[in-house]
């Protein structure tokens, strides 16, 4: 953000505006509400979680960006129709674009609707980034035949070297799906961001 406002892409008075964006319940209002580090959107435990774009304003050290909470995608043909629109009025303007994606495999249908619709928008697939969310859903079995979930411990991370090598293990599966469903586009590992 700071080198686009230096480069004079993003005017100094105008808030960069970020959008959180993916299928429904993969947790983009529970992420929203870790990066404030308190409850700003309601997560819908038991509703269909957010149906409008609700904008939020991060401040740190004098920085204001606008987070906007966008409906997910892949719930139904008609509410698609309806939150595509919301998606292209907030995308005309938009400075960043995180997608968020959980297991057990994250480019599902809504995913993969998120990501085209971006695209189709025009926007670099460079730009995009992937909140690769609720990795403690990742399961295994662990040479006992017991299915285990991994573990992480807060910041620190996963708890042990296996923990770790499955969620390499699970985002390189999701880099390979996204090579495949969209080969005309590039995209890196490194856009992959994983968190819980």
């Known amino acids: 953000i700071e080198v686009l406002k230096k480069s004079n892409k993003i005017p100094k008075e105008r808030k960069p505006k970020i959008l959180i964006c ?64 919301i998606y292209r009025k907030q995308i005309a303007d938009a400075d960043g674009f995180i997608v968020i994606v959980s297991p057990p495999r994250p480019a599902e249908e809504g995913t993969l609707r998120t990501v085209r619709l971006l695209l189709s928008c025009g926007i670099p697939s460079k730009h995009i980034v992937f909140g690769y969310n609720k990795l403690s859903e990742l399961k295994y079995p662990d040479g006992q035949g017991k299915i285990t979930s991994v573990e992480l411990d807060g910041l620190i991370g996963p708890t042990n070297r296996q923990h770790s090598k499955m969620i390499s293990q699970a985002k390189q599966v999701f880099f390979n799906d996204l090579r495949e469903s969209f080969p005309r586009n590039y995209f890196h590992q490194d856009q992959i961001v994983e968190f819980d």
């Open 22 to 85: 993916g299928k429904t319940g993969v947790g983009k209002t529970t992420a929203i509400n870790t990066l404030f580090g308190e409850e700003v959107g309601e997560v819908g435990h038991f509703s269909r979680g957010t149906r409008e774009d609700t904008v939020y304003i991060w401040e740190s050290d004098s920085q204001n960006i606008r987070i906007v909470d966008l409906p997910g995608l892949g719930d139904s043909p008609r509410n698609d129709q309806i939150f595509r629109e």
